[in-house]
């Protein structure tokens, strides 16, 4: 049977494992040309979040159809887009999103708009009447639903018409009516003017149709346009307006005026106007008393006086002969007794008239008074109490303001406001300490609890741990695979000249016994070389594939025996 030393010492060609692929040279090569690239697509992935695009919405709400043709249409164009978390809009590069909306729009998208009268241009021969007046009426509500979304509040809006036959009989015809619906803008409201503009630029586009006939209605299904107060009794907007800016102004005049004095933040105002709105019209006619002692006027005068005819009453003895008749009158011959005799029979009584006319005093008056007078005002002004700090302590101080003082503050805002006792306005000035204008101020908090701060240490984090991942990356995987390149780099950029041949010195005289001793140690350490490392070899065979030692061993036992 064969010894352990005759195993080893045999001929028999055992295979040597051939070394791995990444030991090799070349595998090594790879290797680290591999990590470099992958330490290098790790920094431009970094880089790429790092620095990716903003994203900006192009169209929101869209419909499916819309959608899906914005979307086509992007794809053909090679621009990358993303949906919002809800679905609701479609986000494109910020830098990309008006000239993108150029594009669409020129390729008419979206088509969710409303449709105008360019519904008429692709009128078809043979068309009925009934057809005709739909795409009228739809044309029309298209144009009008567009011009209200010309509102920076409205987001969009749709307007329905309801639009009578004519008749010919008066007592058939009916008014047409319109309903408006207003999708706003979020965080948006229109006040009663806007409302009211709506309202008046449906009822002036369609015939016929008052203003009372239209109703506005919001997304949230609120009436806005509230017919139920046609009367004129309810507050105008307008005027409420103009009370607050009326109160807004007299309460800046009167701080404006103060704060020189109290100095800032040491005052407040307020202010209440009772405006009277009432718009009259007075006409009147006055007549003033025209007697003594009162100045008369006189208008015309008129005096007439007459005489009446010459006639004799009866006289002497009542009887026959007093009773006869005249005789003949004759005239006088000479002197002057009897024909004055005559004329004073003949005198009659006379009679006076006299007519004045005065002038009546009278009086016309047109008054008419404008809308929007002050009736009454009311303001009360509180100033705080004064401050003063104490130069060795440094302490603040508080005192009340003197009478003095507070009399001429009252006088000083008086007069901003306009004050009149006749219109029974009043004023209250009051002097009291404010609640927490000396207390010390609030210390400012640390800048890492500050919520400001939260973007740029978000921030911060991404570009620390961006660092870390190209450090981590350097340290532990390159640097250490360019370690054995680089030394041999190294080595070869150093290494140091070929020295210059020398003259060869005398050889001396060879020793044969000592080239013999040392060509026998040097063949005694290659033979136990040669067995350490077949023993290597076999413990190695032994541990990785046994059965061939198993065989060998059989082959040994058969041929002793």
């Known amino acids: 049977m064969a010894t352990a030393e005759q195993l080893l010492d045999s001929d028999i060609d055992t295979p040597v494992p051939p070394p791995k692929y990444w030991e090799t040279p070349m595998g090594r090569k790879v290797v680290i040309g591999g990590a470099v690239a992958l330490a290098l697509a790790v920094i431009a992935a970094l880089w790429l979040w790092s620095s ?30 993303k949906f919002s978390d809800g679905g609701s809009a479609i986000l494109v590069p910020a830098d990309q999103v008006h000239s993108v909306r150029l594009k669409l729009a020129a390729q008419g998208l979206p088509r969710a708009g409303n449709v105008g009268f ?49 008749s010919v009989f008066v007592r058939d015809q009916q008014k047409p009516t319109a309903s408006v619906l207003l999708n706003l803008q979020p965080g948006r409201a229109l006040d009663q003017a806007q409302v009211s503009a709506i309202v008046h630029l449906v009822a002036s586009s369609v015939p016929e149709l008052t203003p009372a006939n239209v109703t506005v209605v919001d997304q949230n299904g609120t009436l806005l346009s509230d017919t139920s107060n046609k009367g004129g009794k309810q507050l105008d907007p307008n005027q409420l307006k103009y009370v607050e800016a009326l109160q807004q102004n007299i309460v800046k005049q009167v701080e404006s005026i103060i704060t020189p004095l109290v100095g800032q933040n040491n005052v407040r105002a307020e202010a209440t106007a009772d405006v009277d709105f009432a718009q009259v019209d007075t006409a009147a006619e006055l007549y003033k008393p025209n007697s003594p002692p009162e100045p008369q006027a006189i208008r015309s005068q008129q005096t007439s006086e007459s005489a009446g005819p010459g006639t004799n009453n009866p006289s002497g003895i009542p009887g026959a002969l007093s009773n006869q008749p005249p005789g003949v009158a004759t005239a006088p011959i000479e002197g002057g007794a009897p024909a004055a005799a005559n004329a004073q029979a003949n005198t009659g009584p006379t009679r006076k008239d006299s007519t004045t006319n005065y002038e009546v005093d009278k009086t016309l008056r047109y008054e008419q008074k404008p809308m929007g007078g002050i009736k009454r005002l009311t303001v009360g002004v509180v100033v705080n109490y004064r401050r003063s700090v104490d130069p060795k302590t440094g302490k603040i101080a508080i005192k009340p303001l003197t009478a003095a003082e507070v009399a ?29 204008i000396d207390k010390p101020a609030e210390e400012a908090l640390d800048w890492w609890k500050d919520p400001n701060n939260l973007p740029l240490a978000k921030d911060i984090a991404k570009y620390v741990f961006i660092a870390m991942v190209i450090a981590f990356l350097w340290y532990r995987i390159l640097r250490p695979l360019m370690k054995p390149v680089m030394k041999q780099f190294d080595k070869a950029v150093e290494m140091p000249p070929e020295p210059e041949p020398e003259e060869p010195e005398p050889e001396p005289e060879p020793d044969l016994e000592a080239e013999a001793a040392a060509r026998q140690e040097v063949e005694e350490q290659k033979q136990v070389q040669v067995y350490k490392n077949n023993l290597e070899m076999a413990k190695s065979l032994a541990q990785h594939d046994p059965r061939i030692v198993a065989n060998v061993i059989k082959e040994w036992l058969g041929a002793e025996q």
């Not at 900006?56 to 887009?81: H, P």
């Open 408 to 436: 001429q503050i009252n006088e000083l805002v008086k007069q901003a406001m306009g004050y009149s006792q006749a219109r029974g306005d009043t004023l209250n000035v009051t002097n009291a300490p404010f609640d927490g």
């Open 52 to 81: 990716a695009p903003e994203y900006k919405v192009l169209f929101s709400n869209t419909t499916d159809r819309d959608g899906g043709a914005i979307t086509a249409s992007l794809d053909q164009m090679g621009v990358k887009y």
């Open 118 to 166: 360019e519904l008429l241009e692709n009128q078809k021969l043979g068309t009925s009447q009934f057809v005709e007046q739909v795409n009228y009426q739809r044309s029309l509500e298209g144009e009008l639903a567009n011009s209200i979304q010309a509102l920076a509040a409205v987001s969009q809006a749709r307007v329905h018409l309801a639009l009578p036959k004519p």
